[in-house]
């Protein structure tokens, strides 16, 4: 973890910790917070709560929910657990279109992707850095290539962050699918460093970085909620990979271990107690994987081919753990077959990718119970379903164990979940008044996945092959997202964006800023004009368990009655708007009480968590 002074723990008891705030003191951050990795913990009964001091801010009660289907009450509170788990966030009118279903039908609608493709990204640079190969402005760039190897390198640079610019708009123009949250988890699962693959001393790389990287993304979103045998299949040829793990030079006279080693340690078998290959079996691998090389790069459409003079054609013998294969010198047939003995082992496969879903989806902590009840059953849901991924999300979000209270508000958000999420949830504006401004709306796009990468996670950035931290790596997994560089920034963007961002660009200014009167008109009047209510429902859109009786009254009196006692003193300031809403002092009025209202809410350490 980077510049980190400080614990986990204390940086957690930290959070928000404002002295302007009359909330500092935050139990119920306590209360839902499980920073040890020690077993799972749900609630006491309310009779039992009352027996013990200080027995609020504990989970008493081990879990014990599986997968058999969630029969429990379907309210906005298990449908919105479902919408931020499965996406970044969630507008309101997601939470209209599933409330009103059944929980079946709700998760069917999460799961039916959309596969067709968004329009490419396009030259938005122009007027910053005129496009080498004379691309014009507003085209597609993805299928225009670099011919020459000492051309290219300055608006390869610009179609990066381009790519990147793209990917961040995918990501907060999202449908109510799980579609850009599945092609994030395969993106950490199965990463590429977008700028470690610019650094690659490769032909014809230097112009056409971004292609690859673009076409290696089109094929995550591809298989976002397909076939994992056949995502796996197709990822080992991939252009961008053959660059990032080096099978690009992989050759018969030095064969290279990199993504021999990673297909089966990262990939697909782990690095647990029941995946036992050897370092011979690297080696036998990556004799295997001899050969493969990408063609065409400076064309419209790279290929990655067999070249059969690269191959090593001896046997390749693999040691007890599987079951002594041999794969006979086949030329590129033996990809096929070193996958498919790989797949063989789908015990060890389908328990290791659902342990890492889980650990995306629901919580880090696989204790004994969670591992004989959900994984394993999972796992074997997995197999039976022909590796199809799908099946095993629609049993794991139908499930009693996903709605369980044990699995809510516990889980910190990534930068994605706090920044997109909040983002999408206000309805904050991010599209310039000048639709065929382009330099200015990529900019836009750009400047807030810089944000991102501030709070250390940015699309295509990845700290190493493994992925992000937070997502694997025992014991504090989630943890990660909080030290001493992010804790800050965290706290910071999102006040940024509350009251407002301004950029400017290619002389059109634009202000990306939370409208909270227009939020809160989201809802009924009588919703509205009572400070209880509308108390009520923003803590339920804003935070992902409820408040106290206690807590969301100081909150009401502190911001809504502005220290008055009686609720009258907000009911006759909306009522008032809402009579002669051009009025501007009765505008104000209730404008600032909503900021005080969500600006509170949102500094609660709850906020952090899903």
């Known amino acids: 973890m980077r510049n980190n002074t400080l614990t986990r723990r204390t940086l957690l008891r930290k959070l928000f910790l404002n002295s302007n705030n009359n909330l500092q003191t935050d139990p119920l951050f306590q209360k839902y917070s499980r920073k040890v990795f020690n077993g799972r913990r749900t609630y006491a009964k309310k009779e039992k709560l009352e027996e013990k001091s200080n027995s609020e801010l504990e989970r008493v009660n081990p879990v014990t929910s599986g997968l058999n289907e969630y029969t429990g009450t379907w309210t906005d509170r298990q449908a919105i657990h479902l919408l931020k788990r499965t996406g970044f966030g969630f507008k309101k009118t997601d939470l209209d279109i599933i409330s009103n279903l059944s929980m079946n039908q709700a998760v069917d609608l999460v799961l039916n992707i959309d596969y067709s493709i968004p329009l490419p990204p396009i030259n938005n640079y122009e007027l910053d850095e005129p496009d080498e190969n004379n691309l014009p402005y507003g085209e597609d760039w993805t299928t225009n290539p670099f ?19 793209w990917m961040t708009n995918l990501a907060m123009s999202q449908d109510v699918t799980i579609r850009e949250k599945m092609v994030l988890f395969w993106y950490h699962f199965i990463p590429v460093d977008f700028n470690f693959i610019k650094a690659s001393s490769n032909e014809h790389i230097s112009g056409n970085t971004a292609r690859v990287c673009y076409l290696y993304i089109k094929n995550l979103r591809d298989f976002s909620g ?14 961008a990979m053959m660059y990032y793990l080096n099978n690009q030079a992989n050759t018969k006279t030095a064969p290279d271990e990199n993504f021999a080693r990673e297909i089966m340690e ?10 036992q290959y050897s370092q011979p079996d690297v080696i036998e691998a990556a004799k295997v994987l001899t050969g493969w090389r990408v063609q065409n790069l400076n064309t419209p459409n790279p290929t990655t081919e067999f070249v059969p003079n690269k191959h090593d054609e001896s046997n390749k013998q693999f040691s007890p753990f599987f079951n002594n294969t041999t794969i006979a010198n086949n030329g590129a047939q033996e990809l096929d077959d070193f996958i498919d003995m790989i797949f063989s082992k789908s015990e060890v496969v389908s328990q290791y990718i659902c342990r890492r879903l889980y650990r995306f989806f ?21 197999v039976a379903n022909n590796w199809e991924i799908l099946p095993v999300l629609e049993k794991l979000f139908k499930s009693q164990h996903f709605y369980d209270m044990a699995n809510r508000g516990v889980y910190i958000k990534s930068p994605l979940d706090l920044f997109i999420g909040f983002i999408r949830t206000l309805n904050i504006n991010t599209t310039v008044s000048d639709t065929n401004n382009y330099n200015a709306q990529y900019y836009v ?13 940015s699309m295509g950035s990845i700290p190493n092959v493994a992925g992000w931290q937070a997502f694997y790596q025992n014991p504090s997994f989630h943890e990660y997202w909080i030290n001493s560089n992010t804790i800050q920034k965290r706290f910071a963007y999102i006040s940024y964006i509350f009251y407002g961002i301004t950029f400017t660009h290619n002389d059109l200014t634009t202000k990306i800023k939370a409208d909270t009167l227009a939020f809160a008109q989201q809802f009924s009047n009588t919703i509205c004009s009572d400070p209880n209510l509308l108390v009520d429902e923003c803590v339920k859109y804003l935070l992902p368990i409820d ?24 009911t006759q300031a909306w009522n008032n708007y809402m009579q ?14 909503l900021n005080g209202l969500f600006l509170t809410i949102i500094q609660l350490a709850e906020f952090q968590l899903m």
């Open 580 to 593: 002669d809403p051009t009025n501007e002092t009765y505008k104000l009025a209730v404008t600032t009480r």
């Open 445 to 457: 796009w750009q400047r807030l996945d810089n944000l991102l990468d501030d709070m250390e996670q």
């Open 226 to 239: 397909g076939n994992f045998k056949s995502l796996i299949r197709s990822i080992a040829t991939q252009p």
């Open 547 to 570: 408040l106290s009786t206690e807590q969301k009254n100081n909150i009401k009196i502190q911001n809504l009655l502005t220290g008055q006692a009686t609720d009258y003193y907000w």
């Open 362 to 382: 629901v919580y880090y902590d696989i204790d004994s119970y969670i591992e004989t009840n959900v994984i394993e059953p999972l796992a074997q849901h997995f």
């Open 266 to 275: 990262l990939f697909t078998l782990g690095k647990g107690s029941n995946s």
């Open 147 to 165: 011919v020459d190897n000492n051309t290219g390198d300055n608006t390869d640079r610009e179609r990066m962050k381009s790519l990147k610019a």
